[in-house]
């Protein structure tokens, strides 16, 4: 009955669309990283062992050896025999495994207790990425750390005192006043050459022909 139940639940991924069933489709979802758990059959050849042993390097996941023969799973699949198949549901794993542990617990004990460390982990995830997805449609944001608090400014100088007779501040340097207007150096006079000569008078002739005359 627990065989029964395992070859049913595999074909149930594979409707499911959460089992890839041949090489190529189970190397491909292994290099995507999409694969929970790689299962081989028990009469599968040595090749196509060491190849399910290279995908599970590949994709950083658990592979094990089935107490099926490859007629027996083509059977549950709808095909004429299966060799290799992958699941790539995380729960259906979980729950394949703990079947697999029941049925014969010193094989498969260990891996069911790896698949529960990361199905645990898968929900984890999936719990903090709906609620990040809840937060951004109500708006929320994270809070942003206070900023850090600004220097003091230094005081700023103040202006020196003014004296009590209010002429200068205290501590400025002495200024030079202007001198008074009559200590300041007067301008040379314009020297005038024609100053004492006589102006001529207009009419005819010059003054010195009216004097001869």
Same mark, same amino acid.
């Given at each position: 009955?627990?065989?029964?139940?395992?070859?049913?639940?595999?074909?149930?991924?594979?409707?499911?669309?959460?089992?890839?069933?041949?090489?190529?489709?189970?190397?491909?979802?292994?290099?995507?990283?999409?694969?929970?758990?790689?299962?081989?059959?028990?009469?599968?050849?040595?090749?196509?062992?060491?190849?399910?042993?290279?995908?599970?390097?590949?994709?950083?996941?658990?592979?094990?050896?089935?107490?099926?023969?490859?007629?027996?799973?083509?059977?549950?699949?709808?095909?004429?025999?299966?060799?290799?198949?992958?699941?790539?549901?995380?729960?259906?794993?979980?729950?394949?495994?703990?079947?697999?542990?029941?049925?014969?617990?010193?094989?498969?004990?260990?891996?069911?207790?790896?698949?529960?460390?990361?199905?645990?982990?898968?929900?984890?995830?999936?719990?903090?990425?709906?609620?990040?997805?809840?937060?951004? $449609?109500?708006? @929320?944001?994270? /809070?942003?750390? %206070? *900023?850090?608090?600004?220097?003091? #400014? =230094?005081? +700023?100088?103040?202006? &020196?005192?003014?004296?009590?007779?209010?002429?200068?501040? $205290?501590?400025? @340097?002495?200024? /030079?006043?202007? %001198? *008074?207007?009559?200590?300041?150096? #007067? =301008?040379? +006079?314009?020297?005038? &050459?024609?100053?004492?000569?006589?102006?001529?008078?207009?009419?005819?002739?010059?003054?010195?022909?009216?004097?001869?005359?």
């Amino acid at each position: 009955m627990d065989r029964l139940n395992i070859l049913s639940l595999l074909g149930l991924s594979l409707r499911g669309g959460r089992l890839a069933v041949g090489e190529e489709p189970v190397e491909a979802v292994a290099r995507a990283r999409d694969a929970r758990v790689l299962l081989l059959a028990a009469d599968a050849a040595e090749g196509t062992r060491r190849r399910c042993e290279h995908f599970a390097q590949a994709g950083d996941c658990l592979w094990l050896q089935l107490p099926f023969t490859k007629a027996e799973l083509g059977r549950a699949l709808g095909r004429t025999a299966v060799a290799i198949a992958a699941v790539t549901d995380v729960g259906l794993a979980a729950a394949l495994l703990h079947r697999l542990a029941e049925l014969d617990p010193e094989q498969y004990a260990d891996a069911a207790d790896r698949m529960d460390v990361k199905a645990r982990r898968a929900a984890e995830r999936r719990a903090e990425q709906a609620a990040h997805e809840k937060n951004l $449609r109500q708006g @929320k944001r994270r /809070r942003k750390a %206070p *900023p850090a608090p600004k220097a003091a #400014k =230094p005081p +700023a100088e103040m202006p &020196p005192e003014r004296a009590p007779d209010g002429n200068r501040p $205290r501590g400025a @340097k002495p200024y /030079r006043s202007r %001198p *008074p207007r009559d200590a300041r150096p #007067k =301008p040379k +006079a314009q020297v005038r &050459p024609y100053a004492n000569s006589r102006p001529v008078k207009k009419g005819k002739g010059s003054f010195r022909k009216k004097k001869e005359g």
